[in-house]
T-cell receptor, first 113, second 111 residues
Framework: KAGVTQTPRYLIKTRGQQVTLSCSPI?????VSWYQQTPGQGLQFLFE???????NKGNFPGRFSGRQFSNSRSEMNVSTLELGDSALYLC????????????FGPGTRLTVL | GEDVEQSLFLSVREGDSSVINCTYT??????LYWYKQEPGAGLQLLTY?????DMKQDQRLTVLLNKKDKHLSLRIADTQTGDSAIYFC???????????FGGGTRLMVKP
């Protein structure tokens, strides 16, 4: 069974631009969560989607948004990029909440110049 | 401050056992996880333990949970150079699916 896939793997943007990242969960998984990893703040929860509905949201500004499609694929969008948004963005999928084991993708490395 | 804390660094010799420690503060934690991250890669799930368990063994990995002290440990037996990585412990609370991570422990295995 294929793992979680994320596209693109690497991305370079400039301040003020917006970006969309994509995540395809493991086949059969219906829950997708997003995390941001930075050297300073470590791994932080962004949001979680299940059956196209956002179940939880972390403490991030409204510039960070996401959605989930009927096939469980998910996208996250960051508008008006700031230098501090440079990070590794990780997507995780699980069969269903609550508490089901989450499997992570390889991440998208976003660099904001 | 962080809800989950780990020491930053651990160095061991190949063939020795490694013990990575983690403390958490929320007594309502339901699941506790260990993930491994190699350079440039995502997180690989190693093992997990339910909060009503004390110990779980999975091949070279042993997880110990002390609920009274809110202390979790991961023991890697016969540590190999391929085990060099950053190890994260994480918890989920109650009925949630949100993972709260520790800062990670960098394990260096010397040949």
């Amino acid at each position: 069974k294929a793992g979680v896939t994320q596209t693109p793997r690497y991305l370079i943007k400039t301040r003020g631009q917006q970006v969309t990242l994509s995540c395809s969960p493991i086949s059969g998984h219906r829950s997708v969560s997003w995390y941001q990893q930075t050297p300073g703040q470590g791994l932080q929860f962004l949001f979680e989607y299940f059956s196209e509905t956002q179940r939880n949201k972390g403490n991030f500004p409204g510039r960070f948004s996401g959605r989930q499609f009927s096939n469980s694929r998910s996208e996250m969008n960051v508008s008006t990029l700031e230098l501090g948004d440079s990070a590794l963005y990780l997507c995780a999928s699980s069969f269903a909440p609550p508490g089901d084991t989450q499997y992570f993708g390889p991440g998208t490395r976003l660099t904001v110049l | 401050g962080e809800d989950v804390e780990q020491s930053l660094f651990l160095s061991v010799r190949e063939g020795d056992s490694s013990v990575i420690n983690c403390t958490y503060t929320d007594s309502s934690s339901t699941y506790l996880y260990w993930y491994k991250q190699e350079p440039g890669a995502g997180l690989q799930l190693l093992t997990y333990i339910f909060s009503n368990m004390d110990m779980k063994q999975d091949q070279r990995l042993t997880v110990l949970l002390n609920k009274k002290d809110k202390h979790l440990s991961l023991r890697i037996a016969d540590t190999q150079t391929g085990d060099s990585a950053i190890y994260f412990c994480a918890e989920t609370l109650n009925a949630g699916n949100m993972l709260t991570f520790g800062g990670g422990t960098r394990l260096m295995v010397k040949p």
